[in-house]
């Protein structure tokens, strides 16, 4: 008779996804406030009962094997449905994690007074925020790794089915040039021929692009990191760039820079079809209020 292998510990998965996460034993203890030699038996037994090293061990530098990153998707999928139910047998009471991802802009020029109400009325839920481009939001949320994203959606394109949205924001693109360059009315008014960008993914980034397409000779691209360098950039000459005017407004030196509106998208409020907790509803209000 075949041996049954024992039921998956959301416990030990958790352990398992936060050594993933950290790359060692001893941050993940630290994380999870745990003794080492805790996390170190829970994972080894979970590579037991699976019967599949999970890890390379690389000195104290923790990797994971090609049957570790299968796991460590369905860890993401198996403890965000926890969640959810416990959070669904708790309606009303916005308590429980809430993983948020946001592009950066959003994050810096929109979401330090919401998140701040958000955790004056409800101190019981844990929000953890990370920032990537759209492109990187969209797959992290479709593959359970986060419970809602603020994103820009491309424009004339929708949501798919799997996903639902509602408009949270209006954000101006504004294009900065340099110091003193000349009025814009169209792109081939416009120098230097270098557009500082996010990396690809950035819906922004798509905007400039198409709007620069027709241009000759076509503008090359700089990939920066921060909207910080971006303006930097600019103001230093060598390159024009695409900045939602809120962020812009962040800048002690944007009165320097000469501005021309491109276009207004809204920032979407984006979770999987079906998704719903009371600490989700929560965000949503603050995001309304």
């Known amino acids: 008779m075949d041996k049954v292998s024992p039921p998956l510990d959301l416990a030990a998965l958790d352990i398992f996804r936060t050594v993933a996460a950290e790359g ?3 941050r993940a203890a630290e994380r999870l406030q745990r003794v080492q030699s805790n996390v170190t038996t829970r994972v080894r037994q979970l590579e037991a009962d699976l019967g599949t090293p999970l890890f390379l061990r690389e000195g104290k530098r923790m990797a994971l094997t090609p049957e570790g990153e299968v796991l460590r998707g369905y860890a993401d999928r198996l403890l965000a449905l926890a969640e959810e139910a416990r959070q669904a047998v708790r309606p009303g009471q916005p308590t429980g994690r809430l993983r948020l ?9 929109r979401l330090p007074a919401p998140l701040a109400q958000l955790h004056r009325q409800w101190p019981g839920v844990a929000l953890e925020l990370s920032t990537a481009p759209t492109r990187e939001l969209l797959v992290r949320l479709r593959a359970h790794a986060l419970d809602a994203v603020l994103v820009a959606w491309p424009p004339g394109q929708s949501p798919d089915l799997a996903l639902e949205a509602s408009p949270v ?4 693109l504004i294009l900065v040039l340099p110091t003193g360059h000349p009025p814009v009315s169209g792109p081939q008014d416009v120098v230097p021929g270098t557009l500082a960008v996010f990396e690809p993914g950035c819906t922004y980034r798509g905007v400039a692009q198409d709007w620069f397409a027709a241009r000759t000779p076509p503008m090359q691209t700089l990939e920066l990191g921060s ?3 971006i303006l930097a950039s600019v103001a230093g000459g060598g390159s024009v760039g695409i900045v939602p005017r809120s962020v ?3 800048s002690p030196h944007a009165a320097l820079l000469a501005q021309h509106p491109l276009t207004t998208l809204q920032t979407l409020l984006v979770w999987r079809h079906g998704y719903r907790s009371a600490a989700l509803d929560a965000l949503q209000q603050v995001l309304r209020d």
């Open 24 to 26: 060692s034993v001893t």
């Open 101 to 109: 991802g946001s592009m950066e802009s959003t994050a810096a020029s």
């Open 169 to 172: 924001f209006a954000e101006e």
């Open 227 to 229: 909207y910080h360098a």
């Open 248 to 250: 812009l407004q962040l």
